[in-house]
């Protein structure tokens, strides 16, 4: 059963360029979370969708900042005209259905963004 | 305004030896306690949770100590081992309605010397 996987491992992007995270759950799980985090930082919860429907966004940045996780396929969060600030590790978690709790959240190994 | 600290950003230890890793945190509202290890390039993953009910969980080598009054929380790790060596967060978060956040600390890096 592989784990959370999270592509690209890697993205650069400069000023004012587009950046799109992807993340595959576990196999079964429906919930997916998306934390942030800056250098020097802990993770920071940014969103939590289920499928097709975004639970909470309260960690989201206001502007530029937009997630999915539609029927198919996996979860995008999508990063619109990037700045230096957003230079970040971004990790994907998962859970089964049905808990929606931290104590199952399985973390991906991340995608680490560098904006130029 | 930072909820969950880690004072610490390092700690080395020889292997055999306690490791003891601390983290404090200001929100009474918390009420579960976490704790991830990490290695580079790797997600975080799960490795012991207590409840605010409870002073001390212990998962084998691993024993998670909370101190409510003192709003502290600790991690021992014994004997420690060298593949040990990683950065451990701890993190907490709510049993009610938003009990999908966790709020991570910055992390302490350990080194366990052979």
């Known amino acids: 059963n592989a784990g959370v996987m999270q592509n690209p491992r890697h993205l650069v992007r400069r000023r004012g360029q587009e950046a799109r995270l992807r993340c595959s759950p576990m196999k079964g799980h429906s919930h997916v979370y998306w934390y942030r985090q800056l250098p020097e930082e802990g993770l920071k919860f940014m969103v939590y969708l289920q499928k097709e429907n975004i639970i909470d966004e309260s960690g989201m940045p206001k502007e530029r900042f937009s997630a999915e996780f539609p029927k198919e396929g996996p979860s995008i969060l999508r990063i619109q005209q990037v700045v230096r600030g957003d230079s970040a590790a971004y990790f994907c978690?998962?859970?089964?259905?049905?808990?929606?709790?931290?104590?199952?959240?399985?973390f991906g190994p991340g995608t680490r963004l560098t904006v130029l | 305004d930072q909820q969950v600290k880690q004072n610490s950003p390092s700690l080395s230890v020889q292997e055999g030896r306690i490791s003891i890793l601390n983290c404090d945190y200001t929100n009474s509202m918390f009420d579960y306690f976490l704790w991830y290890k990490k290695y580079p390039a790797e997600g975080p993953t799960f490795l012991i949770s207590?409840?605010?009910?409870?002073d001390k969980n212990e998962d084998g080598r691993f024993t998670v100590f909370l101190n409510k009054s003192a709003k502290h929380l600790s991690l021992h790790i014994v004997p420690s081992q060298p593949g040990d060596s990683a950065v451990y967060f701890c993190a907490e978060g709510y049993s009610g309605g938003s009990n999908y956040k966790l709020t991570f600390g910055k992390g302490t890096l350990l080194t366990v010397n052979p």
């Open positions: 978690a998962s859970s089964p259905p049905g808990s929606g709790s931290y104590n199952e959240q399985f």
């Open positions: 207590i409840s605010s009910i409870k």
